[in-house]
Nanobody
Framework: QVKLVESGGGLVQPGGSLRLSCAAS????????MNWYRQSPGKQREFVAG???????KYADFVKGRFTVSRDNAKNTVYLQMSSLKPEDTAFYYC?????????????WGQGTQVTVSS
C-alpha cells in the first residue's frame, strides 16, 4: 500500500517563506513524477509545481520565481520551497505522484497541508 504524507504547512505573514515536504512510503518500485497542487475554497484544484525522476521541473506561471520544487529520490520525498508568499497563495496544498509498484503504475494523492498567508 502506497501512502503520501505532506507536512510543513502553517500560518505565515505576506512576504514570508515556508517549506513543504511530501514523503512517499509503501511498496514502491519507482516514482516517475512528484507534483504539488493546491486548492482554495470555492476554487478548483490547480497545478503548482512538479519534478520528474530525471530532474525536469515544471511550474505554474503564478509561482515562477517564488517557489522551488526539489526531490530527494533516495528518500522518496519532494519539497516545495515557497518564498515571497502572498495572501492569494493561501490554500490546501496536496502532493501527487506517479508511483510504480510491483506490476502497475498509478497516481496517488496525499491528504494535504494547509498554508495560510495572512498578517
Amino acid at each position: 500500500q502506497v501512502k503520501l504524507v505532506e507536512s510543513g504547512g502553517g500560518l505565515v505573514q505576506p512576504g514570508g517563506s515556508l517549506r513543504l515536504s511530501c514523503a512517499a512510503s509503501g511498496d514502491i518500485f519507482s516514482i516517475y513524477v512528484m507534483n504539488w497542487y493546491r486548492q482554495s475554497p470555492g476554487k478548483q484544484r490547480e497545478f503548482v509545481a512538479g519534478q520528474t525522476i530525471h530532474g525536469e521541473t515544471k511550474y505554474a506561471d503564478f509561482v515562477k520565481g517564488r517557489f522551488t520544487v526539489s526531490r530527494d529520490n533516495a528518500k522518496n520525498t519532494v519539497y516545495l520551497q515557497m518564498s515571497s508568499l502572498k495572501p492569494e497563495d493561501t490554500a490546501f496544498y496536496y502532493c501527487n505522484a506517479q508511483i510504480s509498484t510491483t506490476g502497475e503504475s498509478n497516481y496517488y494523492w496525499g491528504q494535504g497541508t494547509q498554508v495560510t498567508v495572512s498578517s
